[in-house]
């Protein structure tokens, strides 16, 4: 039920664009975005509910496809200060005690 | 306080000995809660908590690991009889109500060393 995050670690010049991604292989109803820098507690970004909806922060945008049921972080013209470890937690439901499951995280490192 | 306020901030024990981590959520928030971290790993869901039902506790690793939250607002992670695998940064989280549009707000966490 975890979702599987892609990719696991990527570097990147201050300036360049990245992607992560983060699937399911069941049926979501909602996915929620955190960022992490060392030593620090996870920071909420987004979410995203089922609709199909693209949302933006900033330069820090995602987008939710329920067919492939798979949401997508997109950062753009990225800054030194968009390091970290980034989280996509889903929720299968909107009914009953339903529980955030988090994947295993993409670290995010920017290099001047 | 604002946030969501963990205690203590570090905990180093000896292996054997039992531990307990606090948690008080942000006031009037009615979902709680625990994960896990290891050095460098995902976070991993330990127990739930909406408000007066039944907790979800299928993410508890052993039968060492325990929960309770009193009043429908502080919380208590108790682990007994610790492990060396236990060491990890414990993480507390609250939202509004259990909705998928609450955003969850997660407390600095209590990092655990079992020695």
């Known amino acids: 039920q975890q979702p599987v995050q892609s990719p696991q670690a990527v570097i990147l010049r201050e300036g360049e664009d990245a992607v992560i991604n983060c699937s399911s292989s069941?049926?979501?109803?909602?996915v929620h975005w955190y960022r992490q820098k060392h030593g620090e507690a996870p920071v909420f970004l987004m979410i995203?509910?089922?609709?199909?909806e693209q949302k933006g922060h900033e330069k820090i945008s995602a987008s939710f496809n329920e067919k492939k049921q798979q949401s997508s972080l997109y950062l753009t013209a990225s800054q030194l200060s968009y390091s970290g470890t980034y989280f996509c937690?889903?929720?299968?439901?909107?009914?009953?005690?339903?529980?955030?499951?988090f994947g295993t995280g993409t670290r995010l490192t920017i290099i001047p | 306080g604002a946030g969501v306020s963990q205690s203590p901030s570090n905990k180093v024990t000896e292996k054997g000995k039992d531990v307990e981590l606090r948690c008080d959520p942000i006031?009037?928030?009615?979902?709680l809660y625990w994960y896990r971290q290891s050095l460098g790993q995902g976070l991993e869901f330990l127990i739930y908590?909406?408000?007066?039902?039944?907790?979800?506790k299928s993410g508890l690793p052993s039968d060492r690991f325990s929960a309770e939250r009193t009043g429908g607002s502080v919380s208590t992670l108790t682990i007994q009889r610790t492990q060396q695998e236990d060491s990890a940064v414990y993480l507390c989280?609250?939202?509004?109500?259990?909705?998928?549009?609450?955003?969850?707000?997660f407390g600095e966490g209590s990092w655990l060393t079992v020695v």
């Open positions: 989280a609250s939202s509004l109500r259990q909705s998928s549009g609450n955003t969850i707000y």
């Open positions: 069941k049926a979501l109803y909602s």
């Open positions: 995203l509910l089922k609709g199909g």
């Open positions: 937690g889903t929720r299968i439901s909107n009914f009953g005690n339903e529980k955030l499951t």
């Open positions: 006031s009037g928030h009615t979902a």
């Open positions: 908590f909406q408000g007066n039902s039944a907790p979800d």
